[in-house]
């Protein structure tokens, strides 16, 4: 594939093409422990890449994607005024959420949508409740779908969605209300063609059928809102294991490749929600052995190889991976630094620093987790020979699967789960082998390769549209 080069200015810089009239800045409830203050202001047209000192990049997340932003933008020849713009996101939203709680008491979660960018489609990204889910890692996550969708070539912008909350002890009904008033806070910028919510950390199919629900009170049945919803509302077949099966068939498709065999494959897990339980399931199904998993309450190993089949039936009674028989005890961070041949970090970002990257002995990772390496981290795996899958391109399947969940909604219509594996098989692996070739074409990291094929095509869009 060849990717379009921007070589010259496209036009005069203009501060009024920075849409900061749009961008609601807002001081998250709880800021990060360690971000420095501010840890992201409005970009100027004279400070276009603000947050720009190391300690931000590693430790702000939103600033970390723009690092890599600015890595792929160099590649593809991006000028400086479209940058501002492509960074920007296009709009952000922070509701409060008052839910009356079992034990009476009123809580006021704050909650938040961030429309990246939305030049190739309607805006599509995942909700998530987490207790640090605020405005920098909702903004980070928006941005990073916008360039996700564009590498995968499916039409959508980027987009995301957050409670920050501890959803662990919330009861179903509290849980229900907290959805259905945030639906209904943000339903002003929501739409079938205009942004699309889908499951992230912490919230699953039911929270998808209380979102349409609580849309479809004021505008209609209106399946196509959301993806991810249960089969029997219109979800798709196969989208609740997409994102760990387009992991592995992007493993499939790379292990010849770059060398590595999955037969017998030794891979430890971080992570056992949505991604990691079914990247575990699909992996040994496909002849790996599971040596390690973690969730939040800890970690196991066995050397010989987890029994999947057991361990979901112990996660269904016990609510954890831990205690599972026949498994000791391991930390997380003894996870990451396992002794395996594929690592899978499938829970929060930024969880390889340049401390724990210098500790990691498998030989490749890949990216269930949105950005779970930091830029620091990336470097050492770098200088380490390390080969990291990224993000963009591996945790991919679960958009992908959302994709034509929308396009059936649309429709009106289903596909069999055998049409729904062979597209996205076919959508994951023709992105494989552009970012592959262009990586190599271009001497760039997967990664960089990566950001470079999306900016491109988000760039053209842009252009197209005549946006500026
Ligand atoms: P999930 O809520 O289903 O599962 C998250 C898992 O991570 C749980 O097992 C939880 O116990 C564990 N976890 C949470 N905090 C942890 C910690 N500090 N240490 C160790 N484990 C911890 O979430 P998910 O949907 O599987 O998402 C996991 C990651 O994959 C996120 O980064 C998400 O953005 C990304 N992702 C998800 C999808 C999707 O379709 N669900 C798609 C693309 C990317």
Not at 4 to 10: D, I, L, N, T
Not at 54 to 83: C, K
């Amino acid at each position: 594939m060849s990717v379009e080069r921007y070589p010259g200015r496209v036009g005069p810089a203009n501060p009024m093409h920075a849409p900061t009239g749009r961008v609601i800045l807002v001081r998250p409830m709880a800021t990060r422990a360690a971000a420095p203050t501010p840890t992201v202001e409005a970009p100027t047209a004279d400070s276009p890449s603000r947050p720009d000192s190391l300690v931000d990049i590693e430790q702000n997340p939103f600033a970390a994607v723009n690092h890599y932003f600015d890595l792929g933008a160099n590649a593809a020849g991006v000028p400086q005024d479209y940058r501002l713009l492509l960074k920007t996101p296009y709009r952000e939203m922070r509701v409060e959420v008052p839910v009356r709680m079992d034990d009476g008491r009123l809580e006021v979660f704050i909650g938040y949508r961030v429309q990246h960018n939305g030049a190739r489609g309607p805006y599509k990204g995942g909700v998530r409740y987490h207790p640090e889910a605020d405005l920098d890692e909702i903004r980070a996550l928006a941005s990073i779908m916008t360039w996700k969708t564009a590498v995968v070539d499916i039409p959508f912008g980027g987009a995301k969605g957050g409670i920050q909350c501890e959803p662990r002890g919330m009861s179903q009904r509290e849980l229900r209300d907290m959805t259905r008033r945030y639906t209904q806070h943000i339903s002003y910028i929501l739409g079938p063609h205009r942004d699309i919510p889908a499951p992230d950390m912490n919230t699953n199919a039911q929270i998808m059928a209380w979102m349409m629900d609580a849309y479809g009170a004021k505008h209609g049945y209106t399946p196509g809102i959301v993806t991810g919803k249960p089969i029997e509302l219109g979800g798709s077949p196969g989208r609740e294991p997409a994102t760990a099966q387009g992991l592995a068939f992007v493993l499939e498709a790379a292990a010849p490749q770059l060398d590595f065999k999955l037969d017998g494959a030794r891979v430890a897990i971080q992570g056992f929600g949505n991604v990691g339980s079914w990247a575990a399931r699909i992996l040994a199904r496909m002849g790996c052995t599971i040596v390690a998993v973690s969730d939040l309450d800890g970690g196991i190993y066995d050397d010989g190889g987890l029994d999947m089949p057991r361990l979901m039936r112990h996660v269904e009674t016990e609510g954890t991976v831990v205690g599972f028989p026949d498994s000791g005890p391991i930390s997380q961070e003894q996870l990451l630094t396992l002794e395996c041949d594929i690592l899978v970090p499938a829970a929060l970002g930024g969880v390889i620093d340049a401390r724990v990257a210098e500790k990691v002995r498998a030989p490749v990772i890949a990216e269930g987790a949105n950005h779970p390496v930091t830029p620091a981290g990336e470097a050492v795996l770098e200088r380490r020979g390390v080969i990291v899958l990224p993000d963009l391109l591996v945790n991919s399947g679960g958009v992908i699967v959302s994709y034509f969940e929308w396009v059936q909604n649309l429709q009106v219509y289903r596909w069999p789960l055998e049409q729904v594996n062979s597209e996205l098989q076919r959508f994951i692996t023709e992105a494989w082998r552009q970012v592959r070739s262009t990586s190599q074409q271009e001497q760039l990291s997967l990664r960089v390769a990566a950001y470079m094929i999306g900016i491109s095509r988000v760039m053209e869009a842009t252009r197209l549209r005549g946006f500026v």
